[in-house]
């Protein structure tokens, strides 16, 4: 199984702060990576898909980066709405897998 | 527009079979895939499986000895059963939607499954 290595753990920023979640992939994945934003008491809600698509309506503050077994999440201009984990996940090769997730919070 | 729901018991008692529903709407079963995901309380997300428009299923081998997914396409309904529960099945259950590069674009609220006796 490919494994999926998130960091950090946790993360605490300020508003207007840009943000930078990591997460590498245990071998080659070849873009193919989504984001996810799950906050607390919901379904998670896509993001960013094949490493760098932006979903459709999710705001542009949101981009996402990377290849090969290195990708990246970037939150410019952080915002209160944004309080939430992120979770990172590989479609490249079954079993699908995720990563252990980030809880960003509020400085 | 897309709209997923799981529906199901609550509790389950140990070694027993869960059996979950996912009503969908806003898209068809036989152009769409519709796949589980599971969530224990605190803990990251693990896809158990997932049925294709052709009715086709692919399953975590974690998982593929205890589970099976099927749908009723005439009652857009996707079902998960999986038999001999642990507490560590303890989890909130997800359907969610196949977007077109096999990542998932629409999930459902999530159902609370606790195993316990």
């Known amino acids: 199984d490919i494994q999926m290595t998130q960091s950090p753990a946790s993360l605490s920023a300020s508003l207007g702060e840009t943000v930078t979640i990591e997460c590498r992939a245990s071998e080659d994945i070849y873009n193919g990576l989504a984001w996810y934003q799950q906050k607390p008491g919901k379904s998670p809600q896509l993001l960013i898909y094949n490493a760098n698509s932006l979903h459709t309506g999710v705001p542009s503050r949101f981009s996402g980066s990377g290849s090969g077994t290195q990708y990246s999440l970037k939150i410019n201009s952080l915002q209160s709405e944004d309080v939430a984990s992120y979770f990172c996940q590989q479609y490249y090769d079954y079993p699908w897998t995720f990563g252990g997730g980030t809880k960003l919070e509020l400085k | 527009q897309v709209q997923l729901k799981e529906s199901g018991p609550g509790l389950v008692q140990p070694s027993q079979t869960l059996s979950l529903t996912c009503t969908v709407s806003g898209f068809s079963l036989t152009s769409n895939s519709v796949h589980w995901v599971r969530q224990p309380p605190g803990k990251g997300l693990e896809w158990m499986g997932g049925i294709w428009g052709d009715g086709s299923t692919d399953y975590n081998s974690a998982l593929k000895s205890r589970l099976s997914i099927s749908r009723d396409t005439s009652k857009s309904q996707v079902f998960l ?29 999530g159902t609370m499954v606790t195993v316990s006796s």
Do not use: E, H, V
């Not at chain 2, 999986?82 to 196949?98: G, P």
């Open chain 2, 81 to 109: 059963k999986m038999n001999s529960l642990q507490t560590d099945d303890t989890a909130i259950y997800f359907c969610t939607r196949l977007g077109p590069d096999w990542y998932f674009d629409f999930w459902g609220p």
